[in-house]
C-alpha cells in the first residue's frame, strides 16, 4: 500500500470508530441514566415506605427513551392517565363492593372504551387513554376481596407512579439531556429549504407526474413530522412552547403553499398534455420572477427575511404583466385558461409570503403574547376502528374474568392485569400480533433473569447497594436490547418483566413457589393479549381500514363544499394531511394501493381548495337570485361525487360545473368566480387522474382538449 | 408548619401540599421565563430550572407555615 493509500483510508477508519463509538455511548449513557432512575426511584419509594416501590421502578423503565422531550412528554401524559384511571377504580369498586359480576362488567368496559380513545389519538395522547384503562384494574383487582381498601390502593399507586415520573423526568432532564428541540430545529429548517428550493428549481415548468406525486409526499411526510415533533418539545422546553403556536402556524402555512404549488403544476401539465403549449409557455413566463425572487440562500430564520421584499416585488411584477401577456394570446380559450393559472399563482405567490414570513420570525427571541392567531391541526379519526378496539379489550378483560371465576385460580388477577397492560399498550401499533409475541418472549426471559437473580444472588447480599450491584447487569442487557432496533420490543418486553416480577420492596418475599406460579399467571396473561390480537384483528393497515380512509378523504371533498366556511380553510388542509399521512405510513409504497392513495388525496386537495376558495368569495358579496342555484348545484353534485364516484354522478357533476360556468358567463360582475371553477372543471376533464375510470367512454374530444 | 392537612376530611400530608403548591408556581415561573427568554444565557436550564425550584419549595417550607 502506497503511502498516499494510508493517509486517505487512515481518517476514514478513524472517523468509523469514532462514529461507532458515538452511536454505543449514546447507548450506554441511556443505560447509564434509565438505571439511575430506577434505583433512585426505588430508593425513594422504600425510604417512604410506600406499599410497592417496584410500581416506581417499572415506571421508570416504561417511560424510558433516549430523547428527553419523549421522557416528559410520556410522563406527563401518564401522569394524567393514572389520576383517570384511579378515579375510575374508585368509582366502580364504591358502586360494586359486593358484587363480581356487574364489577368486571363495568370494569371491562372502562377498559374497552379507554382502548377504543387510544386508537382516536397519536402521539402519548393516545397512552393516557390506556394508562387510564389499565390502572383503573391495577387498582381494583386487587382490592376485590376488601373493598374499603381501595382508596389507600389508588393513593399508593398514585404515589408511586407519580414518583416514578418525578424521578425519571429529572434524571433524563438534568443528566446530559438530549434535546429534541434541536432535531425540531433542524426539521423545519430542512422543511423550508427543501420546498422553498423545490418551487426555485421547478420555475423551468414542466415536471413529470411522477415527480411531482412523490415530492407532494414528501412535503405532506415532513409537516406531519413537525407537528409530532412540536407535540412533544413543548414538554422540554419553555420558549418551544411558548412559540408553539407559532410553529403552527408556518406549518400550516406550509401545507397551504404546497397544495397550491402543486395545483398549479398539474394546470401547465395538462396544457402540455393537451398541445396547449401557448397557454403554458405563457404561464411559465409570468411564473418566471418567482424563481428571481428566491434566487438567495435559502434558510429558516432571520436570514429568511431576504426573501420577503423579493417575493412582494415579484408579486408586483407578475401582477403588471398578467394583462399584457394575456393580451398576447390571441385564442380565447388560451385566455381563459391563462387567467385561471394566473389567479391561481396569485394566491400561491400570497401564500409562500405567508409561509416565508412565519419561518423568518421562527426564532424571534421574544414572543409577544396572542400575536399570531390560534391555529388548530385537525385529525381524521375513524370511530369504527374505535369501536373494534372497544370490543377487542372488552371481550378479552370479560373471557379472562369468566376464566378467573369458573376456575378459581389464586393468581387469576394477575393474568388479568398483564392481558389488560397489553391489549391496550399495544393496540395502537402497526403490527401488534407481532410485537405483543416478541415482547412476551421477552418478557419470558425476563423472568427468568429475574429468578436466576432473586433465588441465586439476591439472597446472598445485604443492603441497596449490593442489590444495585445484583440486579444491575441483569436489568442492563434488557435495557441495551431495547436501543437495538431489531430487539426493541424483545427488550422491552425483557425489562418490564423483570422489574415486574422483581417487585422489590422493603421486606423482600423469597418464595419461589409464589414466584413460579405468578410467572406463569402473568405469561399466560400476555398470551391472552396475543391471542385476542389474532382472533379480533385489529383495523390498523388493513384492507378495511384502509377503503375506509380512503373513503373519508373523498368525503373530504364534500366537506369542502358544504361545511361551515370559518376555519375551512386549515381544517380542510389537517385532516387531508393526517389521514393522507395515516395511509402512507400503512401502505407499501409503490404498490397499487399506495398510488391509487396518491392519485385520489391529489384530485380531493386540487377540487376542495378550489371549492374552498370559491365559496370563500361567494360569501364576500351578494349573488344574483339567478346565479346562486347553479352554483349551490354544482357544489352540490360534486360532494356527492366524490362521496360515491359512479359515472353517472361523473356526468351530473361535470354538466352542473359546465351549467355553472355558463351562467356566470350571463352576468356581469361575478367573473371572478370563474377562474376558480375553470380549475375545478379541469381536475374533472383530465384523463390521466384517477377520475379518468368514471368518464364515459366516447369522450368529447373538443371539450377535453378545450378545457385541459 | 402542620404535619397534616384536612381536604374534605382526608388527611394530607402538609408537605406534599406545599410541594403541589411549589410545582404550580415553578410552572408559572418557567412559562414567563421562557415567553420572555430568560433561559437564553443560562447555561443549562433544567438544572437552574430545578435550583430555582429547590429555592421556592424551601421558602415555603420555611415562611409560609
Redesign the interface.
Known amino acids: 500500500m502506497s503511502a498516499a493509500d494510508l493517509s486517505t483510508s487512515a481518517p476514514s477508519t478513524r472517523r468509523a470508530i469514532a462514529d461507532a463509538l458515538r452511536e454505543e455511548a449514546s447507548v450506554w449513557l441511556f443505560v447509564v441514566k434509565t438505571l439511575t432512575a430506577f434505583f433512585l426511584a426505588g430508593w425513594i419509594a422504600m425510604r417512604f415506605a410506600l406499599p410497592a416501590p417496584g410500581t416506581a421502578m417499572l415506571t421508570t423503565i416504561i417511560v424510558a427513551n433516549r430523547q428527553s422531550g419523549m421522557v416528559l412528554a410520556k410522563s406527563f401524559y401518564r401522569a394524567i392517565g393514572t389520576m383517570a384511571g384511579a378515579t375510575v377504580a374508585i368509582g366502580i369498586v364504591a358502586a360494586f363492593p359486593q358484587e363480581r359480576d356487574p364489577f368486571l362488567l363495568a370494569l371491562s368496559l372502562w377498559i374497552g372504551v379507554c382502548a377504543g380513545g387510544a386508537t382516536l389519538y397519536r402521539n402519548f395522547k393516545s397512552y393516557a387513554f390506556v394508562l387510564g384503562g389499565y390502572t383503573a384494574a391495577i387498582v381494583a383487582i386487587p382490592v376485590i376481596d376488601n373493598p374499603p381498601g381501595v382508596f389507600d390502593s389508588a393513593w399508593a399507586r398514585i404515589s408511586e407512579v407519580l414518583l416514578g415520573l418525578l424521578v425519571s423526568g429529572?434524571v433524563n432532564?438534568?443528566i446530559f439531556?438530549s434535546r429534541m428541540r434541536d432535531v425540531l430545529r433542524r426539521a423545519a429548517r430542512e422543511q423550508f429549504a427543501q420546498f422553498v428550493g423545490f418551487v426555485r428549481d421547478s420555475t423551468g415548468g414542466v415536471m413529470a407526474r411522477d415527480t411531482m406525486e412523490k415530492a407532494h409526499l414528501r412535503f405532506v411526510r415532513a409537516a406531519v413530522t413537525l407537528e409530532d415533533l412540536r407535540s412533544s418539545v413543548i414538554f422540554e422546553?419553555?420558549?418551544?412552547?411558548?412559540r408553539s403556536s407559532h410553529l403552527r402556524l408556518f406549518n400550516t402555512r406550509f401545507m397551504a403553499a404546497s397544495t397550491s404549488f402543486q395545483s398549479l403544476h398539474h394546470l401547465i401539465n395538462r396544457l402540455k398534455a393537451a398541445h396547449r403549449d401557448r397557454a403554458a409557455d405563457t404561464l411559465i413566463q409570468l411564473y418566471a420572477p418567482i424563481g428571481d425572487a428566491l434566487d438567495a440562500p435559502i434558510e429558516a430564520g432571520a436570514a429568511a427575511r431576504v426573501l420577503l421584499p423579493r417575493l412582494v416585488q415579484a408579486r408586483e411584477t407578475m401582477r403588471g404583466s398578467t394583462t399584457t401577456l394575456a393580451a398576447t394570446l390571441d385564442d380565447p380559450l388560451d385566455r381563459r385558461d391563462f387567467e385561471t393559472g394566473a389567479s391561481l399563482l396569485a394566491r400561491f405567490v400570497d401564500e409562500l409570503h405567508a409561509y416565508v414570513d412565519a419561518a423568518a420570525s421562527l426564532q424571534t427571541?421574544?414572543?409577544v403574547?396572542g400575536s399570531t392567531e390560534r391555529v388548530r391541526f385537525d385529525r381524521g379519526n375513524d370511530f369504527v376502528g374505535a369501536g373494534l378496539a372497544t370490543f377487542r379489550a372488552t371481550v378479552t378483560m370479560l373471557v379472562l374474568g369468566a376464566f378467573w371465576i369458573g376456575t378459581a385460580w389464586p393468581l387469576g388477577s394477575s393474568a388479568m392485569l398483564l392481558a389488560t397492560v397489553f391489549a391496550g399498550l399495544f393496540a395502537t401499533t402497526p403490527n401488534p400480533t407481532r410485537v405483543t409475541w416478541h415482547v412476551m418472549l421477552g418478557y419470558i426471559t425476563g423472568m427468568t433473569m429475574a429468578f436466576i437473580c432473586e433465588f441465586f444472588v439476591l439472597t446472598r447480599v445485604d443492603g441497596y447497594g449490593l442489590l444495585i450491584a445484583g440486579v444491575a447487569p441483569f436489568l442492563a442487557v434488557g435495557l441495551v436490547l431495547m436501543m437495538t432496533p431489531r430487539f426493541a420490543s424483545y427488550g422491552l418486553g425483557w425489562a418490564m418483566g423483570m422489574a415486574y416480577i422483581l417487585a422489590l420492596k422493603n421486606t423482600q418475599v423469597f418464595d419461589p413457589a409464589h414466584f413460579i406460579n405468578d410467572a406463569i399467571a402473568q405469561a399466560a396473561g400476555l398470551g391472552a393479549a396475543a391471542v385476542a390480537f389474532i382472533v379480533i384483528p385489529p383495523a390498523v393497515g388493513s384492507a378495511w381500514l384502509r377503503r375506509r380512509q380512503l373513503a373519508r378523504l373523498r368525503s373530504q371533498v364534500a366537506l369542502a363544499a358544504e361545511a361551515p366556511l370559518p376555519g375551512l380553510r386549515h381544517r380542510f388542509e389537517s385532516i387531508n394531511h393526517d389521514l393522507f399521512s395515516q395511509v402512507v405510513a400503512q401502505t407499501e409504497p409503490g404498490s397499487a394501493d399506495s398510488r391509487a392513495l396518491i392519485a385520489w388525496a391529489l384530485a380531493v386537495h386540487e377540487t376542495g381548495r378550489a371549492l374552498i376558495e370559491l365559496r370563500h368569495d361567494m360569501s364576500l358579496r351578494a349573488l344574483p337570485t339567478t346565479l346562486r342555484p347553479y352554483l349551490d348545484d354544482a357544489l352540490h353534485t360534486l360532494a356527492r361525487f366524490y362521496e360515491k364516484p359512479d359515472p353517472a354522478s361523473y356526468l351530473l357533476a361535470r354538466d352542473a360545473v359546465a351549467t355553472a360556468i355558463a351562467s356566470i358567463g350571463e352576468h356581469d360582475d361575478v367573473h371572478y368566480l370563474l377562474n376558480h371553477l375553470h380549475l375545478v372543471r379541469m381536475a374533472l376533464l383530465d384523463g390521466e387522474s384517477v377520475l379518468a375510470a368514471y368518464m364515459p367512454d366516447v369522450p368529447l374530444a373538443r371539450e377535453i382538449v378545450n378545457a385541459s | 408548619m402542620p404535619r397534616e392537612i384536612a381536604l374534605g376530611d382526608a388527611l394530607v400530608p402538609g408537605l406534599l401540599v406545599l410541594f403541589v403548591l411549589s410545582i404550580l408556581l415553578l410552572w408559572l415561573l418557567d412559562g414567563l421565563a421562557g415567553r420572555f427568554g430568560f433561559y437564553r444565557p443560562v447555561w443549562h436550564p433544567p438544572l437552574f430550572r430545578l435550583a430555582v425550584f429547590v429555592c421556592v419549595f424551601g421558602a415555603f417550607a420555611l415562611f409560609l407555615l
Open positions: 429529572l432532564d438534568i439531556p422546553d419553555s420558549e418551544a412552547r411558548a427571541p421574544r414572543v403574547m
